[in-house]
Structures are given as structure tokens and as C-alpha cells.
């Protein structure tokens, strides 16, 4: 089973001749290509696949998709690759 995750669309930039973007999933952020949604602007939510935006979708459904997630435990919150290199002691997590 494969799995789309909506995020918002919070920086554009063109590489060479590829679209890329940063795209907000709740707390965390990763870089995606944007070459198959060209119409995604700043702002905008999309559906993420393997580091490809596949298309753009409304933000209702946006939320209501992150509250799925959320209920069934999927939907992290901090970046735990962040989480790991920081070097502050656990309790200043907490």
C-alpha cells in the first residue's frame, strides 16, 4: 500500500531544471519535487508521494487528512532526525 501525505508548500526554488520545494508536514519540513504540480504556489497544499508533490488539494482537506493521521498515530510532530543530532540534555525536550 502506497501513501500520499498533504503538506503546505512554504518555499519555491528552481534547481537546474527541476522545480523543488519545502513542504511543512505538521512540525517537520522536508525538500520535494515539484515538477508535476508546476500550478503550486507558495501557500498551497499538496500531496506528497516519495518526495514528489503529486497534486494540489484544498486545505480542508488538508486538516481533515492530518486528523486522520493524528487519531491513528501516524502524524509526528518534531522532526526526530532533528531530535536526535541536538545535543541537549532529554528533560530540556520534554
Avoid: W
Avoid at 18 to 41: M, N, Y
Amino acid at each position: 500500500m502506497c501513501l500520499a501525505v498533504p503538506g503546505k508548500l512554504v518555499e519555491t526554488q528552481l534547481i537546474g531544471d527541476s522545480r523543488l520545494g519545502v513542504v511543512q508536514f505538521g512540525g517537520i519540513k522536508r525538500s520535494v519535487f515539484l515538477d508535476f504540480v508546476p500550478e503550486a504556489q507558495t501557500g498551497d497544499y499538496v500531496l506528497v508521494h516519495v518526495g514528489f508533490a503529486i497534486s494540489r488539494l484544498d486545505e480542508e482537506e488538508a486538516q481533515r487528512t492530518y486528523q486522520l493521521l493524528e487519531r491513528i498515530g501516524m502524524l509526528e510532530t518534531e522532526d526526530p532526525e532533528l531530535e536526535a543530532n541536538q545535543e541537549l540534555p532529554d528533560a530540556i525536550h520534554r
